[in-house]
């Protein structure tokens, strides 16, 4: 059936790395991804999407990887400041006429300045 | 600021308590969302409405009702609640609804609910 995992569900980095956080799905099925993001108090906050016919997308300071192969999705967070502290989710749709979006649990990323 | 407003941000209720949720979008969206969101799961979706017709109903109990009058607001009752129902209650909406082909969702902050 239809699951979105996180493989790692923290992540410390530094101000001014980069930062990778990882999805995996595993229904084959599923055209199209979003990240998003979750401050303390607040809901999910839309950061970047893509679609199955992409391999890669890239945002202001936020790239997504879309390996179909091996069902996993990454977001990749440069020169990661304070603000980018949250939690992150991936998140799959199936498109089409599907509304429903399957969450994953999410990783929090704490950036340490 | 995502254009999709929650009252109230917080609510404290007991057991034999009725409440509402409320959520209203100011984005012209057509579907609408209700997810309930707990201490380290996934969200889960509850309940969706398409046009004001609910599409989805996600085996909740019957202690959570929904009502959807009208494509910009959307309530979820609250009647005779359990403990374990404390938790984080989203609203979302999205423009597309069932003919929707990617199907972006813009959250509000949420409801801090806790049944004592």
């Known amino acids: 059936g239809e699951s979105v995992g996180l493989h790692l569900p923290t992540l410390s980095v530094q101000e001014g790395d980069n930062s990778i956080i990882n999805c995996a799905y595993s229904?084959?099925?599923?055209?199209?991804f979003i990240w998003y993001k979750q401050e303390s108090g607040k809901g999910p906050q839309f950061i970047i999407d893509i679609r199955s016919n992409m391999d890669k997308r890239q945002g202001q300071r936020v790239t997504v990887l879309l390996n179909k192969t091996v069902k996993h999705l990454s977001l990749q967070i440069a020169a990661t400041q304070p603000g980018d502290s949250a939690v992150y989710f991936c998140a799959e749709n199936l498109g089409g006429s599907n509304y429903k979006l399957t969450f994953g649990k999410g990783t929090l990323l704490t950036v340490n300045p | 600021e995502t254009g999709v407003t929650q009252t109230p941000r917080h609510l404290v209720m007991g057991m034999t308590n009725k409440k509402s949720l409320k959520c209203e979008q100011h984005l012209g969206h057509n579907a609408m969302y209700w997810y309930k969101q707990s201490a380290k799961k996934p969200l889960e979706l509850m309940f969706v409405?398409?046009?004001?017709?609910?599409?989805e109903n996600n085996s909740v109990p019957s202690r959570f009702s929904p009502e959807c009058p009208n494509s910009s607001h959307l309530f979820l009752h609250l009647h005779t609640l359990q403990p374990e129902d404390s938790a984080l209650y989203l609203c979302?909406?999205?423009?597309?609804?069932?003919?929707?082909?990617?199907?972006?969702?813009?959250f509000g902050p949420g409801t801090r609910l806790t049944v004592l």
């Open positions: 409405y398409s046009l004001e017709e609910r599409v």
């Open positions: 979302a909406s999205s423009q597309g609804g069932l003919a929707g082909a990617y199907n972006e969702q813009f």
């Open positions: 229904n084959s099925a599923s055209d199209y």
